[in-house]
């Protein structure tokens, strides 16, 4: 084994039920007339689509991993040595050590404990053993062998037996288990406690953060029937860029000089889409455009923003306490965000009544505010925008919500996650005004879905509209308007 690599501790099994359920081989069924058993099977993604269809009711669903082998012997010694070991250290002691230096002052405590128990290990067994002892003293246990993979993007745990991870756009099952419902419960509390927050049967729902920004969602029974649920949206270390999103087939080359001028000139944008399609990443994405010497303010429920500015402020509401009180809602934060100098106020996401402040500090000189919302068109968002203000305690009348949306919001970048896992910024519209009771808007660019590829990939075009832009005018006044001719039409 390579000096410093990090021990395998067993491979997923491939799944049998679940999202590879089409891929499952059927049961051998009866010939039909003229047809050849022998002839090579079509890949699953190409088959016909009533014969996936029956491929899935057949197959049958096996969702929790099991350890085997290296693993397994590794989690059962640890089982044993745990409380000696707990035994014989200070805890208060021990979290003020970093990782290097707790693993160092344990080793010889470990060998300790094992001629205690007179058991003999050899060197990548006690490798193994260390690691997971400092992960289940300092960091998040079997969560942490997750959370340092680059590769995975979310973490979905549905009780102590059964972890789901996302990698490249695909689930599938994670080689973890927990001990049982209480060690579950206890890395949940770690998680929240580290943000000030709490979660137990009083308060089980909960959104906290890691400390890589990292999102966290806890949600523990008697709400969750099949013990404490983690759900763990990861974030890439390094800081995406408009520029990598269009490496990635994200996005045409227009399109993303388009949002790079969009964003340096101020407009107004709202990023829609629907549950991890890809809001936040365009988000933090088109925050690079920002000016560097503009002050930058985010409001979020949990934060997960990572402005790539040097003037940047980040704000986060607060729940109520157990009797209900002192709870700090977005409204508030953006009502005293105008009292703070800001030359931008960004929203993590808007899900009620504080989309009319949100409109309120577009409107008093914040251009270049942003935001993010759960739609699935660039139409459906301005709907749900007006839905979201109606919700609150606000007396105004249907059109006049509708002009001031149409007055406040220029542009809206629809993006979405396709079948085949990848993500794709499948619109860009711009709102040009009102037009009786109806906001006007204008498709600048699109993305055609055209044909599927042999493994499965999604084959599109992005294509621009030809249509002059409302919003020139605004890019003019930077100095940009030729470039934003050029790349709309």
């Known amino acids: 084994m390579a000096p410093g690599a990090r021990p395998q501790f067993g491979v997923a099994r491939p799944m049998k039920g679940g999202i590879d359920a089409v891929k499952a081989v059927p049961e051998q069924a009866m010939p039909l007339p003229g047809e050849d058993l022998n002839a090579p099977m079509l890949d699953p993604s190409r088959q016909d689509p009533m014969t996936r269809l029956a491929d899935r009711v057949n197959g049958v669903a096996e969702g929790n991993y099991q350890a085997e082998g290296f693993e397994a012997s590794v989690h059962k010694i640890k089982e044993q040595v745990l409380p000696r070991l707990l035994e014989r250290v200070d805890p208060e002691a021990a979290a003020t050590l970093t990782k290097d230096e707790l693993s160092e002052e344990f080793r010889p405590i470990i060998m300790e404990v094992l001629a205690e128990l007179k058991v003999t290990l050899n060197r990548r067994e006690q490798f193994a053993l260390e690691k997971v002892l400092i992960d289940e003293l300092l960091g998040f246990g079997p969560l942490e062998e997750l959370l340092n993979d680059p590769d ?3 973490i979905m745990v549905n009780g102590p037996e059964q972890t789901y991870i996302e990698k490249k756009g695909k689930l599938q099952i994670a080689p973890i288990r927990f001990r049982d419902e209480a060690h579950l419960f206890q890395i949940a509390q770690r998680i929240v406690n580290q943000v000030g927050r709490r979660v137990d049967q009083t308060t089980p729902l909960c959104d906290a953060r890691l400390k890589d920004g990292s999102r966290v969602n806890v949600i523990v029974p008697p709400l969750s029937l099949r013990g404490t649920a983690i759900s763990i949206r990861k974030f890439s270390e390094k800081p995406i860029t408009l520029d990598m999103l269009r490496d990635f087939g994200s996005m045409s080359d227009k399109m993303c000089t388009a949002l790079k001028i969009a964003g340096a000139c101020r407009m107004n944008i709202v990023i829609s889409g629907g549950t991890g399609s890809g809001k936040t ?5 088109m925050s690079k455009m920002i000016d560097p010497g503009e ?3 985010t409001i979020e429920d949990a934060a997960e923003l990572r402005l790539q500015q040097p003037h940047w402020l980040p704000l986060e509401t607060r729940p109520p306490n157990l009797e209900g009180q002192g709870a700090i809602t977005i409204g508030d934060l953006v009502k005293n965000a105008l009292r703070m100098r800001p030359d931008r106020i960004i929203l993590g996401e808007i899900r009620g009544a504080e989309c009319f402040d949100l409109l309120a500090a577009m409107n008093t000189g914040h251009d270049g505010s942003m935001c993010t919302l759960h739609a699935n068109s660039a139409r459906e968002a301005l709907g749900r925008m007006e839905n979201m203000i109606l919700m609150g305690d606000i007396k105004i009348p249907k059109e006049a919500i509708s002009r001031q949306i149409a007055e406040s919001v220029d542009l809206i970048v629809q993006v979405k996650r396709l079948r085949d896992g990848s993500r794709r910024t499948t619109g860009i519209t711009e709102v040009i005004g009102m037009e009786g009771e109806v906001i006007v808007t204008q498709e600048l660019f699109k993305f055609e879905y055209l044909d599927e590829s042999d493994d499965g990939k999604i084959i599109g075009e ?6 002059r832009p409302y ?13 934003y001719l050029e790349a709309c039409l």
């Open 471 to 483: 919003t020139l005018e605004k890019a003019r006044q930077f100095g940009f308007d030729q470039a």
């Open 152 to 154: 995975v993007s979310d």
């Open 295 to 297: 002050r930058v303010l």
């Open 281 to 285: 990443t365009m988000l933090n994405a």
């Open 462 to 467: 992005f294509r621009a509209s030809g249509l």
